[in-house]
C-alpha cells in the first residue's frame, strides 16, 4: 500500500501517543483516522467520511481547529485520552510537507485549559506505587498532583486503606504499575486507570526524576525519610508521566508535601460516600452535597479549599481551635467580614492563573487578572492587621503583597486586553519609547493615506474614489465603472470587480510599507514585551504562590462566618474527653431546604454517664437516618474548624468516622446488598477505636427477620463491650429496646409520633424510651397502599405479635440470660459487679439443709433467674 507523506507523519505521531486518540492538525482542520474516527464517530456521533477511494479508503472524521476545546472536552470528560499533533512551522516557509508534531496529550488528570476544568473543583492526578511484591503488600505509596495549581503530595498508607484514600482524594486519573489490580474495581467507574510500565514506579527511576525536577540532592528536604520510600515511588511516576504528557515547563510544582494521615480524621469510603461529603450519592453531583450546601466563598481557590477542609477533618486540638478562633472573630466583626468579602469578590483565581505563566500558556488578559488581583491585596492587608486570632495574624504575615511585579504589570499592560499576545494591544501607551514611536508611525500612515485619498479625489475630479485594504493586494485605491474614463494614466490596475476597478499607485505602496512594516514591528516589540512581563511574574511565582494560599484561607474563614451567621450556628466546644451533648441541632443541608413546619432542632447526649450507645427506634420516615446523619456531620465540622448548626455543642474529638447507613449502590458493584452491608459492618467492628463516632442504619435489614435482629443485636453488644466507642443506631426492630437492660451504656430513644384518627403524624422530634410500635402498617397506609391490604395486614401483625410476645407484650428475644457477663468490661467502666444470687448461694448452710430444701431453693433461684431474664424484667 502507498503511504502519502502526510500519512506517514501521521502514522508516526500515532506510533508515541500510545492509545491516546490523534488530532492531527491539517490546514484549518484536525481530522482523525481510522479506529479514532470510527470511535469519535461513534460516542461524539461526528460525521464518518473517507480519505481515498477504494483500496486505500480511509476512514477519516475531523472538525474546525476553533473547535478544539468542544471536542477535547468531550472526550476527556468519556474518559479517553487526547494527543494533539499541531503544525509547528509556518505553511508558508515550509520545504515539503509541514512539519508537525504532538503537542500535548490531554489525559482528565493533567487538564490545565480552563474551559476543561471545573472552576471550584480540584483535579487530581494520583499514582499508587507497591513494592516489589505486590501480593502481600501491606503498604502502598499514594501519590496526587493537580497539573492546574501545582499541588502535589505524597504519602504511605496501608493497603487496606487504599480505597478510602482514592476516595478522599476522589482524582479523575490514576497511574498504576501495569498487570497490577491494586485499585478496587469498583472505583474505576469514577477514576480513569492509567496504566505505566512497572519501571516508571521503581525506587531509583523516581529518585531521579524528582531530585531533576526539584534540583536537589535528596528528598529529605521535604521531609521523607526512608520509610517513605514507596510515597517518593509514587511522586515518581507522577512527574515522569506529567513530562511525558504535558511537554511544557513544570516550574509550577515546585514542592512535594509529604501527607500524613494520623494528624486528619479518618473517613472510610463508604462513609464518605454515605455522608454525601462532597458529592451526592445519587447522582455523583457537588449540587446537594454537603460541601454544596455550606460553601459561601467568594472566590474559586477559596472553594476548592473549603472541599480539602471537608475532605480532612482535623483531629489535632490546637489546629481546630486556631481555626475556630478564626470564624469567631470574623462572626463577631461583621462589618469586617463584609468588607473583605467584598474584596475578595475582585480577586481572580491566583493559583491557575500562575500555573499557565508557569506553564507557558498564559495570555495578556491572564497578567491582566493577576494585576488586577494582586491591587486589591493592600486593602485586604490593611484589613487583617492586628488581629486577635492567631490564624488571621498568620495569614496576615504570609499575605505577600508582590508590589514589584504589581507595579510593573500595571505599568506596563494596556487597560483591555487581548486573548493572544500576537494581536497586539497588550502594552499601553507610555511603557515603552519604541513602541510608541512604531505606533505613531503606524497611525501617521494611515493618516497620510486618509489625505491621500482626499487629495487624488481632486486630482481626478472623481468623487467616491476610495482607499480600501485587503490582505491580497495590501492599499488600493478603487474607482466605479462609470468614472473609469477620469483615471491618471499613473494607475496600475491590480484587479477588476463588477462595477469597479481596483488600482494602486508607487506613492500608495511606499506608503503602505510603512504602515504596515511599522503595525508588524510594535506587535514583534509587544510580544517581546509580553514575555519580559510573564518571565517577571514567573520569577515571583513563590511569593504569589504564598499570596495565593493566604487568599485561599481567609476566603475559607469567612465563608465559614458568613455560613454561621446566616444559619445562627454556635461554635463548638471541641475537647479530648469522649462526650458528644449536641442541643438544638440541625441537619446542615435539610435545615436549607424549605421543609414544611421548618427542620425540627434535636439534642443528642452520648458520653460514658448517660450511655454511649443510643439506639432509636421509629417508624420509617420519622427522621431517624436525618439525625443520626446531623449527628455525625455536626461532628466532622467541628473537626473541620466550623461552627455547627445548634445552639450548643460540646464534642470530644473523634479519630474516626464510620457511617452504615442505607442501601445505596451496592448491586452494581455485583455485590448483594446483604453482602455489602455485612463487609462494611465487619470493618466498622474491626477498626474502630473507643475515640471513634460510629452511625449505623438499619443494620440486619438485607435478610430475613430473625436473622436480622441477631445480628443486629449481637453487633450492639460488640460495640459495647469490645470498642465502646460513641454509637447511634437507628433501628426499625424495636426488640432491639431490650438491649438497653443488660447493656449499662445502651440509651433508648425513639422519634415523636402523634396518632391522630387512624393516621400517623410524624414530628421528627427524637425524645428518651423505646418506640412501642413499628408503624410499618400506617408509613403503608401513607403511601397509598389500598385500604384493604392495610386492614388484613394489621389482623396479620395481631396475630403474629400474639405468637411471638410473651406475656408481658415483650418479643420473646434472647435476652442477657443467654449472654454471659462481660466481666472485663464491667470491671473496667463499672467496678465488680456481682449477681445477687452468689450472696443467697453464700449463705445457704449445706450442713443444715435436707434434701428437699436444697431441690426447693434450686427451684426459687431458677425462677428468679427467669423472672429476670424475661425482657423488660
Ligand atoms: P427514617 O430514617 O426514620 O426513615 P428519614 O431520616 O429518612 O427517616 O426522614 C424522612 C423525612 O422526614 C426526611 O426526608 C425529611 O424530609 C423529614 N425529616 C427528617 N427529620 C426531620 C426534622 N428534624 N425536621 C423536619 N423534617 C424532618
Request: glycine content about 8%; hydrophobic content about 40%; charged content about 25%.
Amino acid at each position: 500500500m502507498n503511504v502519502t507523506p502526510m500519512m506517514q507523519q501521521y502514522l508516526e505521531a500515532k506510533g508515541v501517543c500510545g492509545d491516546a486518540i490523534l488530532f492531527f492538525r491539517m490546514g484549518d482542520f484536525y481530522e482523525l483516522f481510522n479506529d479514532d474516527a470510527k470511535t469519535a464517530a461513534r460516542v461524539l456521533g461526528m460525521t464518518l467520511t473517507s480519505r481515498d477511494k477504494g483500496e486505500n479508503a480511509t476512514p477519516m472524521a475531523g472538525f474546525p481547529h476553533h473547535q478544539l476545546d468542544n471536542y477535547l472536552g468531550k472526550l476527556i470528560h468519556l474518559g479517553y485520552r487526547v494527543a494533539i499533533c499541531d503544525q509547528v512551522e509556518n505553511p508558508k516557509e515550509a520545504k515539503g510537507i509541514v512539519r508537525r508534531e504532538i503537542t500535548r496529550i490531554v489525559t482528565p488528570g493533567t487538564l490545565t485549559d480552563d474551559a476543561l476544568l471545573e472552576p471550584r473543583e480540584s483535579n487530581y492526578l494520583a499514582a499508587v506505587a507497591l513494592p516489589g511484591k505486590k501480593e502481600t503488600a501491606a503498604e502502598v505509596g499514594v501519590a496526587w498532583v493537580e497539573m492546574s495549581t501545582g499541588r502535589f503530595f505524597s504519602g504511605v498508607f496501608p493497603t487496606a486503606r487504599l480505597a478510602d484514600q482514592l476516595a478522599r482524594i476522589a482524582p479523575s486519573e490514576c497511574l498504576v504499575p501495569e498487570e497490577s489490580n491494586v485499585v478496587p474495581t469498583h472505583l474505576h467507574e469514577s477514576i480513569l486507570m492509567t496504566y505505566r510500565p512497572a519501571w516508571a514506579f521503581g525506587k531509583e527511576g523516581a529518585g531521579e526524576v524528582l531530585k531533576r525536577h526539584f534540583e536537589t540532592m535528596t528528598l529529605e528536604g521535604f521531609g521523607f525519610g526512608d520509610q517513605d520510600q514507596l510515597a517518593v515511588c509514587a511522586a515518581g511516576a507522577v512527574l515522569e508521566y506529567l513530562e511525558e504528557t504535558q511537554r511544557t515547563s513544570l516550574l509550577h510544582i515546585e514542592r512535594l508535601t509529604p501527607y500524613r494521615a494520623s494528624s486528619t480524621l479518618e473517613i472510610d469510603e463508604a462513609t464518605r460516600r454515605s455522608l454525601e461529603l462532597t458529592r451526592t450519592m445519587r447522582d455523583g453531583r457537588r449540587d446537594g452535597s454537603l460541601l454544596a450546601a455550606i460553601d459561601r466563598c467568594v472566590t474559586v481557590m477559596g472553594s476548592r479549599l473549603l472541599g480539602d477542609w471537608l475532605s480532612n477533618p482535623l483531629t489535632d486540638l490546637e489546629e481546630i481551635h486556631r481555626r475556630l478562633d478564626g470564624v469567631e472573630e470574623l462572626v463577631l466583626e461583621p462589618a469586617l467580614a463584609r468588607d473583605l468579602r467584598e474584596s475578595l469578590k475582585e480577586v481572580y483565581d491566583l493559583e491557575r492563573l500562575l500555573a499557565r505563566v508557569m506553564t507557558g500558556r498564559a495570555s495578556p488578559r491572564d497578567l491582566g487578572y493577576i494585576c488586577k488581583t494582586l491591587e486589591r491585596l493592600p486593602h485586604i492587608k490593611a484589613k487583617i492587621t492586628s488581629r486577635r486570632s492567631s490564624m488571621l495574624r498568620l495569614l496576615e504575615e504570609r499575605l505577600d503583597l508582590c508590589s514589584e511585579i504589581r507595579s510593573q504589570l500595571a505599568e506596563a499592560l494596556d487597560d483591555s486586553l487581548p486573548l493572544s499576545p500576537r494581536d497586539g494591544g497588550v502594552i499601553c501607551t507610555g511603557f515603552n519609547a519604541d513602541l510608541d514611536h512604531l505606533r505613531g508611525l503606524a497611525a501617521g500612515g494611515k493618516q497620510w493615506i486618509a489625505e491621500y485619498q482626499k487629495q487624488e479625489i481632486e486630482r481626478t475630479g472623481i468623487a467616491n474614489l476610495k482607499v480600501g485594504f485587503n490582505k491580497v493586494f495590501g492599499y488600493y485605491l478603487e474607482v466605479t465603472n462609470v468614472n473609469r474614463e477620469r483615471i491618471p494614466t499613473d494607475y496600475i490596475r491590480k484587479q477588476t470587480l463588477k462595477n469597479a476597478e481596483r488600482y494602486i499607485t508607487p506613492e500608495l505602496k511606499e506608503y503602505e510599507e510603512k504602515v504596515l512594516s511599522a503595525d508588524e514591528k510594535a506587535k514583534d516589540l509587544e510580544y517581546e514585551l509580553f514575555g519580559q512581563l510573564r518571565d517577571a511574574v514567573q520569577l515571583d511565582a513563590k511569593r504569589i504562590q504564598q499570596t495565593a494560599d493566604v487568599l485561599a484561607n481567609l476566603d475559607c474563614l469567612l465563608s465559614l462566618a458568613e455560613l454561621a451567621r446566616e444559619r445562627n450556628y454556635c461554635r463548638p466546644q471541641v475537647g479530648e474527653s469522649a462526650v458528644l451533648r449536641i442541643l438544638d441541632g440541625r441537619h446542615p443541608v435539610l435545615d436549607l431546604k424549605e421543609i414544611e413546619g421548618g427542620f425540627v432542632p434535636n439534642d443528642a447526649q452520648l458520653d460514658s454517664e448517660s450511655g454511649f450507645i443510643g439506639l432509636i427506634t421509629g417508624p420509617n420516615m420519622a427522621g431517624k437516618s436525618t439525625y443520626i446523619r446531623q449527628v455525625a456531620l455536626i461532628s466532622l465540622m467541628a473537626q473541620m474548624g466550623s461552627f455547627v448548626p445548634a445552639r450548643e455543642a460540646d464534642l470530644g474529638i473523634v479519630d474516626r468516622i464510620f457511617a452504615r447507613v442505607g442501601a445505596s449502590d451496592e448491586l452494581s458493584r455485583g455485590q448483594s446488598t446483604f453482602m455489602v452491608e455485612m463487609t462494611e459492618t465487619a470493618r466498622i467492628l474491626n477498626t474502630a477505636t473507643n475515640r471513634s463516632l460510629v452511625i449505623l442504619d438499619e443494620i440486619g435489614r438485607g435478610t430475613s427477620t430473625y436473622d436480622g435482629v441477631s445480628l443486629a443485636w449481637s453487633i450492639v453488644e460488640y460495640l459495647h463491650d469490645k470498642i465502646g466507642c460513641r454509637t447511634l443506631f437507628a433501628t426499625h426492630y424495636h426488640e432491639l429496646t431490650d438491649l438497653r437492660s443488660s447493656l449499662p451504656g445502651v440509651v433508648n430513644l425513639n422519634v415523636a409520633v402523634k396518632e391522630w384518627d387512624d393516621k400517623v403524624i410524624f414530628l421528627h422530634k427524637i425524645v428518651p424510651g423505646a418506640a412501642d410500635k413499628s408503624y410499618g402498617i400506617y408509613v403503608a397506609r401513607l403511601a397509598g397502599v389500598p385500604r384493604e391490604v392495610n386492614e388484613r395486614a394489621k389482623q396479620i401483625l395481631n396475630q403474629l405479635e400474639s405468637e411471638h410476645l410473651d406475656s408481658g407484650g415483650n418479643a420473646k428475644i434472647a435476652s442477657k440470660k443467654e449472654r454471659r457477663p462481660k466481666t472485663d468490661l464491667q470491671l473496667s467502666l463499672f467496678g465488680p459487679h456481682e449477681h445477687p444470687l452468689l450472696e443467697k448461694l453464700r449463705e445457704v448452710d449445706v450442713d443444715e439443709t435436707t434434701p428437699l430444701q436444697a431441690l426447693q431453693l434450686l427451684q426459687a433461684w431458677k425462677k428468679d433467674l427467669h423472672d429476670e431474664g424475661a425482657p423488660g424484667g
